[in-house]
């Protein structure tokens, strides 16, 4: 893994590492993940060669976690441009897996801080983000650390396009009432939410995330928040 490459912000608390990667997955992230990775020095996704046309949208998943989401997403809809941001090299090798194995051509890999990249990226070029089970970091002095706040708010707004929706869920409810309590505030996102059901239940083209399942195994049940980009 080249470190020169990856951002070492101080104020960033995730792991990269996890287990040894196997082999297989070593292999992908030293071959495979050049091919596909876009970094805040290089933010353009080169979609060229792989597509039949030019991706007709962009969407971006911020923490994907093992790609378990991103994946299937990409796998339903070819014919969008996906962009994930994850600094853990092991859910980066599982999603490297995952393309490999379903011959998908549509995704691109940011395997560091979102937030570099999302300052980088041109102004009006998403036209969704995810930000799923994010850490909800749940002690009071850890909570500056969560995603949702005005700075990532700030970028994600500049990023999105007119209209373009942002997906948030989380079984964490302090985090939940936290983010929401924030995206509420922020000038630039409405809540599409008319009743209790909109956000107690996955929109109709939801495809699971890991974290989720883990919740929901538990018994618990997430919201799910779904903003749209204000009109500029
Ligand atoms: C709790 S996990 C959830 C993973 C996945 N979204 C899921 O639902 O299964 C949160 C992930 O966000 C990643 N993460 C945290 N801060 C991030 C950042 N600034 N940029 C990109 N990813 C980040 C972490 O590395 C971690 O893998």
Known sequence: MPSNRRSDKPDWHGRRHG????????????????????TAQDPDP???????????QIWLEIGFGGGEHLAAQARAHPEIGFIGAEPF??????LLSAID??????????DDDARPLLDAMPERSVDRAFVLFSDPW?????????????ENLDRLARVMKDGAQLRFASDHMDFVSWSLERLIAHPCFTWQARTARDWRSPPPDWQPTRYEEK?????????????NRLAR
Not at 215 to 222: D, N, S, V, Y
Request: hydrophobic fraction near 35%; include cysteine.
């Open 19 to 38: 287990k040894k990667l196997r082999p297989g997955h070593r292999k992908l992230v030293e071959k495979r993940l050049p091919t596909l990775r876009v």
């Open 46 to 56: 080169d979609f060229a060669g792989t597509m039949t046309d030019a991706p007709a």
């Open 89 to 94: 090299v092991n859910g980066v090798a599982k």
């Open 101 to 110: 194995g379903g011959d998908l051509k549509n995704i691109r890999i940011c």
């Open 138 to 150: 749940p002690k009071r002095r850890q909570n500056k650390r969560r995603f949702i706040v005005r």
């Open 215 to 227: 919740a929901l195994a538990r018994g618990e049940r997430p919201a799910y928040l779904l903003f």
